[in-house]
């Protein structure tokens, strides 16, 4: 079965920092893109940033700079490392696969979904 695990959400103040990560399995890792999204409270769910197998990466403008994707195809695994973090980026955080034919951009749609880990930034 197909099974995207996200961790490492929590309580962080502004201006904090905080890692999740995305263990990935019953799929070929290296064959999908993986995105991060995340939902807040009464907002839809918008993308935050996706990689490509092949190192290729997009952020919504909203984090860029501030948020970094990574990814350890030997792991299957996907990191989201989150820097200065602000108020408005609390929110549930989804990690998401597809299959990578091209980096594509944060409104693609896409096949799996991870159960989502919570982001609390304190002001």
């Known amino acids: 079965d197909v099974q995207l695990q996200a961790s490492g959400g929590g309580l962080a103040q502004a201006g904090g920092s905080l890692r999740l990560s995305c263990a990935a399995s019953?799929?070929?890792?290296?064959?999908?893109?993986i995105g991060w999204f995340r939902q807040a409270p009464g907002k839809k769910r918008e993308g935050v940033c996706i990689?490509?197998?092949?190192?290729?990466?997009d952020y919504a403008d909203s984090v860029k700079g501030r948020f970094t994707i990574s990814r350890d195809n030997a792991k299957n695994t996907v990191y989201l490392q989150m820097n200065s973090l602000k108020p408005e980026d609390t929110g549930v955080y989804y990690c998401?696969?597809?299959?990578?034919?091209?980096?594509?951009?944060?409104?693609?749609?896409?096949?799996?979904w991870g159960q989502g880990t919570q982001v609390t930034v304190s002001s």
């Open positions: 019953g799929f070929t890792f290296d064959d999908y893109v």
């Open positions: 990689s490509s197998s092949d190192g290729s990466n």
């Open positions: 998401a696969a597809r299959l990578d034919y091209g980096l594509g951009s944060l409104l693609d749609e896409y096949d799996y």
